[in-house]
């Protein structure tokens, strides 16, 4: 790979994000835990189709049908296990909506735009389809940089 290498932002063997927070806090919506914000139309909709595949995994939990975010959040969130099921669904709700409407009101390059592969402004993940799944790896030492601070982060939260 060239140092110079230019990739177009509407490529869609990309995921380019910026590194920010997000408006609401989030307890239970996995997206709105990272601080990776979209940065293209594609990533934004490949977010989004991935939060619709994780809130249609039905599960059930006492005698109720939860989606998969509420799934997730009471088996690795110490604060949602503590917390009312009904409490937990309806937050799960609100924060959905919440970040539906925060992706929404990104500020997106524009599809024409190029940006270098190696530059440090955005975090770029190289797509690729493996049958029915889509992996995601770092595609510059930044993105590997900050994926394995990330890691260690959870890491060390598990210890």
Request: charged share 30%; glycine share 4%; aromatic share 8%.
């Amino acid at each position: 790979m060239a140092d110079d290498e230019i990739i177009n932002v509407d490529d869609i063997n990309y995921a380019i994000y910026t590194i920010g927070e997000w408006k609401n806090n989030y307890e239970i919506n996995q997206i709105g835990l990272s601080k990776e914000i979209p940065a293209t139309k594609n990533t934004l909709s490949h977010v989004k189709s991935s939060m619709e595949e994780i809130r249609n995994a039905k599960f059930s939990s006492s005698d109720k049908e939860i989606n998969g975010f509420v799934a997730l959040a009471i088996h690795l969130n110490p604060k949602v296990q503590d917390m009312d099921l009904d409490e937990v669904i309806k937050l799960e709700e609100t924060e959905y909506q919440n970040i539906l409407n925060e992706l929404d009101d990104l500020e997106l390059l524009d599809d024409g735009e190029t940006i270098p592969l190696n530059g440090e402004d955005f975090l770029i993940y190289k797509l690729k389809k493996d049958c029915h799944v889509t992996t995601s790896t770092p595609a510059n030492s930044f993105t590997v940089d900050y994926y394995n601070n990330e890691l260690k982060k959870i890491e060390d939260a598990l210890d």
